[in-house]
């Protein structure tokens, strides 16, 4: 499966943007898919995953309750809503992809993907 980001740019803080994923290649349900970011010199971080079917969601704490993922199966793409933007929110966006077998399991570490996009730079302004 090939992945594409989009929708990164500059905001202020506490505004908004939404990432988008699109995935070609492989049927895009046969994946769990996930939402890193990293900044420079730094480990990449899981910041949200969501299950093949979409039934299963996880957050990092640093996220949950601003950003929201989603996923569209027909249209074979992969969404991350960000509310209330900080600083902190700043770095590059990456989606990643994993086939599974389980339709609730959702990876949260780096090393369980395989499949990644080019990256998407988010820039949180005060």
């Known amino acids: 499966v090939q992945l594409v980001e989009s929708g990164g740019g500059l905001v202020q803080a506490g505004g908004s943007l939404k990432l988008s994923c699109a995935a070609s290649?492989?049927?895009?349900?046969?994946?769990?898919m996930g939402w890193f970011r990293q900044a420079p010199g730094k480990e990449r971080e899981f910041v949200a995953g969501?299950?093949?079917?979409?039934?299963?969601?996880l957050y990092a704490d640093s996220v949950k309750g601003r950003f929201t993922i989603s996923r569209d199966n027909a249209k074979n793409i992969l969404n991350l809503q960000m509310n209330h933007l900080k600083l902190a929110d700043t770095p590059a966006y990456y989606c990643?992809?994993?086939?599974?077998?389980?339709?609730?399991?959702?990876?949260?570490?780096?090393?369980?993907?395989?499949?990644w996009g080019q990256g998407t730079q988010v820039t949180v302004s005060s």
């Open positions: 969501i299950s093949k079917t979409g039934g299963i969601t």
């Open positions: 990643a992809a994993e086939p599974q077998i389980s339709i609730v399991y959702v990876p949260q570490r780096s090393n369980e993907y395989d499949h």
């Open positions: 290649g492989r049927a895009f349900s046969y994946y769990a």
